[in-house]
């Protein structure tokens, strides 16, 4: 898929942990860990915003389009 | 809630119909091959009574050879329905409705449009196979409960068939859902 999730590159900036960040989002393990991977079909705009609020980002530094080569 | 009781009760209705249908057919099926060795092995004698009165003696003593392509036809499509409800009963043992969308129910649905369309062509093209064969004047019992009617099993295959289109895109849909966080 073209649209890269740039997750744990925010993690890591913001020196967070998957079960840190579980928590202030109300997401599962399991569902962060899709998310994470990049194997997430979709994403609700609430669960971007409370992405955004917990590791205080923009939508654009979590997701990026990278055209297929 | 009182309708999924009644949906509930209809399915294990319908499954256990399945299952004595199956075990029927394969007794058909398996009778209908025994007295057929028995008629080319043993005794001839065997072609007056098949299978339940089904007396081809007369196409015997006409062509060995269209006795035999008629009987091993009756045999064949006797397989392939008992083959069909061996995979409806499969459906049965494999469906949860909790979750229905499963690639293996998808592809046994598929698999019973593909193999119902298949009854459905040979039983026509058996039926007209007994037509050109009665043409040239051979006596025939009316074949048409151990043949059984093509258009019906063509219409079927082809239901069966949209169905399992709509189930595989079901299964899209339940993935990208769950894949929705």
Redesign the interface.
């Known amino acids: 898929m073209p649209i890269v999730v740039n997750l744990d590159v925010m993690m890591a900036k913001r020196k967070m942990s998957l079960n840190e960040l579980s928590e202030k989002v109300d997401?599962t393990l399991a569902?962060?860990s899709?998310?994470k991977t990049g194997?997430?079909?979709?994403?609700?705009f609430s669960?971007l915003e409370a992405i955004c609020k917990a590791l205080n980002c923009q939508p654009g530094d979590i997701l990026e389009y990278v055209e297929k080569g | 809630m009182k309708m999924q009781t009644r949906t509930k009760r209809v399915l294990a209705i319908l499954n256990i119909v399945s299952w004595v249908l199956f075990v029927g057919l394969c007794i058909k099926t398996g009778a209908i091959l025994y007295s057929f060795f028995v008629s080319l092995a043993i005794n001839s004698e065997a072609t007056r009574n098949l299978y339940l009165g089904l007396n081809l003696s007369d196409l015997h003593r006409f062509s060995g050879g269209h006795y035999s392509t008629v009987v091993c036809l009756i045999i064949l499509l006797s397989g392939l329905k008992a083959y069909i409800l061996y995979l409806v009963v499969k459906i049965f043992l494999k469906i949860n409705f909790v979750h229905p969308f499963s690639t293996d129910v998808a592809s046994l649905i598929s698999r019973i449009s593909y193999v119902a369309l298949g009854v459905g062509i040979l039983t026509l093209a058996g039926n007209g196979y007994c037509d050109w064969l009665t043409k040239r004047g051979v006596a025939f019992p009316d074949l048409q409960s151990y043949l059984g009617a093509g258009g019906e099993f063509l219409l079927l295959g082809g239901i069966i068939f949209m169905i399992a289109q709509v189930f595989k895109r079901g299964i899209e849909i339940q993935s990208e859902n769950e894949l929705t966080v």
Do not use: E, F, H, S
């Open positions: 997401l569902n962060l899709i998310l194997k997430a079909k979709a994403v609700r669960t």
